[in-house]
């Protein structure tokens, strides 16, 4: 069913929302000076109330949660056995109930997840989808927006990226960051409001800005997002994940042994980069379309746009031994197109702990 955003005048809109409004470029611009805000649809809210769910969803995920403040952003992963993410979500704790915003693909497998591990504490998972929808944009964008406060904490998730959270780390070494102006915000709000922000759009009293336009400024700002980053091998490590969405020092949980080996002694075997791509042929690639180096596959994209800046870009996923001025071939649907590299993680990204080198067996030392 079209959702209430396909009432605006322009409005192109698919299963997961409003995709635009006839000038992508234009409302990149907009959005990113926060004169206009982003219906996303394509996110889901999950809610968890209960005495025990700061304490359990810390002993489950990769994030310090336990003493998080009421109002404070942070996110988190829920990694595999041997460290590959398989989900994620932003967080916003109100002192009565953890809010999680994810992507809606992932909704449905983390609430189930999350309900089979409840045992016999006090949480009480659900999604919160049908009560609640999700407004993004600037902070100072949403200001015309009234998000949810059922505690009188305005549910307002307000991204921590670039910036290394408590207990995170960064590989990238790129200065300034590609992020360094990145202020994106998302605000948890009721259906009926949702339906008010519609009208307003329609009788032009407030300005949209489509899904395609928040999906590139995020590309733009080397962002990694669950929907397009992640695969079944996905390490945090790769996306550079360990900035926003993973505490190194906090307690056990599933997946951390991994996690800690490849930071202190090993590398990643894959690594993010950003692309310029040659806009030449009007080609944007798709999710999963192979980058080759010499007729070598070496890596996939994914994700790309046409930033109002930038120009066409995206970002890919390489091995990790792919050479840092290595330039690459996208082969798509359509063609090919030529794309050079930008660095976000580097090869050498990983190994930080400095363990001493012994003799080995039988030599002498004297």
Known sequence: MPGPFARVPGAV????GLRHLGNPLGEQRALASGAAVTPLGDRAVLAVPGEDRLSWLDSLTSQALTRLPAGESTELLVLGP???????????????TTWLIVDAADAEGLLSWLRKMRFRLRVDPRDASEEFAVIGGTRAGLAVVA??????IPLIWSDPWPNVSPGGHAYATVEPHAAVEWDWSEAIVPRAEEERIAVAAASGELTLAGLAAADALRIAAWRPRWANEVDDRALPHELDWLRTAVHLEKGCYRGQETVAKVHNLGHPPRRIVALQLDGSDSLLPARGDELFVDDVAVGVITSAALHFEDGPIALAVVRRNTAVDAEFIVRTADGVIAAAQEVIVPPEAGATAKVPRLPRLGRRTR
Do not use: F, M, Q, Y
């Not at 041997?82 to 704790?93: F, M, N, P, T, Y």
């Not at 998000?147 to 009188?152: K, Q, S, V």
């Open 13 to 16: 809109t698919d299963e997961s």
């Open 82 to 96: 041997k460290g590959h993410i398989e989900h994620a979500a932003s967080v916003l704790d109100d002192g009565e």
């Open 147 to 152: 998000a949810a406060a059922p505690t009188g």
